[in-house]
């Protein structure tokens, strides 16, 4: 059987924000967002990355597209290591990996009109222009379920989910291979959410694209994700298949989270108690060795305070970081 290649590798990535205080800095402190986190990606897949906010998901999207620059570890995309390229080398990786934001009225130039939005990528990365350019422009509207006469509109003449499709329409412009979905329908109606998802999930098939789909709860990524890595205080506690995950969640905090969950069925609901987590969340800056996740968990051990549980593959595919799980 053939081996399947990873589009995207993160190895031992890590974003930390220096948050340090004092005259000349004297208190040096660390924001430590995403701490460390290694995960593969294959080409065709979605990988649904999930956890509270705060926990690191969106600063490690935006680390992959490298809006922000990595404070150590590596990225490779499809065999290149991309970590430290300037920005005139990223160039030709920024066609390759595109970004759908959370909030589409604040990605988008107000002062644009809809076609400029979608032209400017076209433009700079030399791929049509005149007729041929307008033309993409008006395909890519219709790809995303609006219409030619809204090229000449400015974003504040759309609803909410409308223009999260000309933010779509954008990304796609350039014809992209990976697309960090970042919360992509967290701002939008519950009714225009499942429009959203059924469009992205048409576009991967149609398109070949693969997908890190960032969101804060996991009923979200279950419908879209091959695949999914649960984040807790930048740390990746969990990662397996989507239906693994639903199934057989290992780590304590997983476990918590599929409970919180409403399941239509009063029965079931009543049979999968809700977990409560009780105790404060720790601070992300300058944090001490031991699990993240020991003020919360119900199952705190003394060696979880002290040893950092690594991330260990504990059946095949399936990853987990517990003192618990052996
Ligand atoms: Fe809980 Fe310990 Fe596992 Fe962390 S390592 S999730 S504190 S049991």
Known sequence: MEERKPLLQLQNLKKYFDVSTGFFKREQAYLTAVDDVSFDIYKGETFGLVGESGCGKSTLGRSVVRLYEPTGGKIIYDGDDITNLSQHDMMKYRKRLQMIFQDPYASLNTRLTVSEIIGEGIETHNLYSGKEKLEKIYDLLQTVGLKREHASRYPH??????????GIARSLAVEPELVVCDEPISALDVSIQAQVVNMLEDLQNDMGLTYLFIAHDLSMVKHISDRIGVMY?????????????YKNPLHPYTQALLSAIPIPDPKQHKINKRIILEGDVKSPINPPEGCRFSSRCRYCMDICTEVTPELREVEPGHFVACHLVK
Do not use: D, N
């Open 157 to 166: 003449e759309f609803s909410g989910g409308q223009r999260q499709r000309i």
């Open 233 to 245: 205080l930048g740390k990746m506690m969990e990662i397996t298949t989507s239906v693994e995950l």
